[in-house]
């Protein structure tokens, strides 16, 4: 129930209130007139009775006389005072976060942002509750599974607040687009699942040692791994690096089943996590500048948004591959309306108008496993 400057009626007009005109018997008219009168005895509402029919006969308007006595006599609490507790419960955190302010003045607006509810106030502490925790201990690419199980004895708590940590570390609070839930948690310094930095392709990595120094490693075949937070750079000449978002993808690309690599093969993680995005960086830095850069993912809004992280650390313009090609076999489920938007919106940003293009063509989704596979020329 929520709090309003107007007195609120109710005309039980049979336009306006069918179901008091189709009670089905005059018992059941009797007991609803019983309930009203009640609520009216108490001093919640005030009750309008039609003149020709007379007081018992027929209502014609109900009038609200008192929040208060009518959320007593409905059992429920209005919003008025469930947002006084929250607003109690969220005091710790209105010097240290900003959207602890925003959220209450949401509320008191009577405005769930995000669908974010004031019943969820709850929750909502256990969000600052993380978002604290993480911020002491300064975390860079820790299971957040681990965290999850820490704080609440429950390795699955965090997954199920990732909506709510959006919508608090999001830096123009609801006006913000909601993030996939991993870059929620990679902006924590949590991960939903670890993953090595995969590598294929002619090239030597360079990695940190722990004493000091850098170790290089020939590139096995198919592929090599290492933890991302080494990855310092690389030694090679190859034609291009080509980075892929789905394992599949990179294992059957990595054991030749398109041809001889030629260039360097990178495995995102899927959304690419802080310290993979770091061992991305230093490869490319590794190589020239006109060296061709290309980023393979599923075509539909998540993968475009991978690609524009992607675009955004590269420092260098990064194309897309096989992100246009829409064969029949390998056209998936509709785009809505509002993910091809905000996918045009991305290719403008990043200039990829072949795309964009196609992508609003025909509105459906492409993932990696349906498309033939091929490599850069």
């Known amino acids: 129930m929520r709090a309003s400057q107007r007195t609120p009626t109710v005309s039980l007009t049979h336009k306006q209130f069918p179901g008091y005109a189709s009670l089905p018997t005059h018992a059941d008219k009797e007991r609803f007139h019983a309930e009203v009168a009640e609520a009216q ?7 309008a009775w039609e003149r020709r029919a007379g ?24 919003t008025t005072a469930k947002v006084a507790d929250a607003e109690a419960a969220l005091a710790p955190w209105r010097d240290t976060w900003s959207a602890a302010d925003r959220i209450i003045d949401a509320w008191r607006g009577g405005r769930s942002p995000r669908g974010v509810a004031v019943d969820a106030w709850p929750k909502v502490v256990e969000a600052f509750r993380v978002m604290d925790h993480c911020r002491e201990q300064n975390y860079a690419d820790v299971s957040e599974r681990r965290v999850s199980a820490q704080l609440f004895h429950d390795s699955k708590h965090i997954e199920a607040l990732t909506t709510i940590l959006d919508l608090l570390t999001a830096p123009a609070f609801d006006q913000s687009e909601a993030r996939h839930a991993e870059a929620t948690l990679a902006a924590l310094g949590l991960l939903k699942h670890p993953s090595a930095f995969l590598v294929a392709g002619p ?9 000091g120094g850098v170790e290089r490693s020939a590139v096995l075949t198919p592929y090599s791994g290492c933890s991302p937070r080494h990855v310092v750079g690389a030694e090679g000449s190859p034609a291009y690096l080509l980075s892929v978002e789905n394992l599949t993808i990179f294992h059957e690309l990595a ?16 959304y690419p996590s802080p310290s993979q995005l770091r061992g ?15 980023h393979w993912g599923d075509t539909d809004l998540g993968g475009f948004r991978i690609a524009s992280l992607l675009a955004e650390q590269a420092c260098r313009p990064l194309r897309l591959w096989n992100m246009a090609t829409y064969d029949e076999g390998g056209v998936g489920p509709a785009l809505g309306k509002g993910e091809v938007g905000r996918i045009a919106a991305l290719c403008e940003r990043w200039a990829w108008p072949e795309e964009q293009q196609a992508v609003a063509r025909h509105s459906a989704r492409i993932e990696q496993e349906l498309q033939a596979l091929k490599l850069p020329g």
């Open 41 to 47: 005895r108490l001093g919640a509402i005030s009750i």
């Open 203 to 211: 090239v030597q990595i360079k990695t940190s040692l722990p004493g």
């Open 55 to 78: 007081p018992g006969g027929q209502i014609q308007r109900l009038t609200l006389v008192s929040l208060p006595a009518l959320a007593e006599f409905l059992g429920v609490r209005p």
């Open 255 to 270: 054991n030749g089943l398109a041809g001889p690599l030629r260039g360097v093969l990178v495995y995102t993680g899927g």
């Open 280 to 294: 991305y960086v230093a490869l490319l830095r590794s190589f020239p500048d006109d060296m061709p850069v290309w």
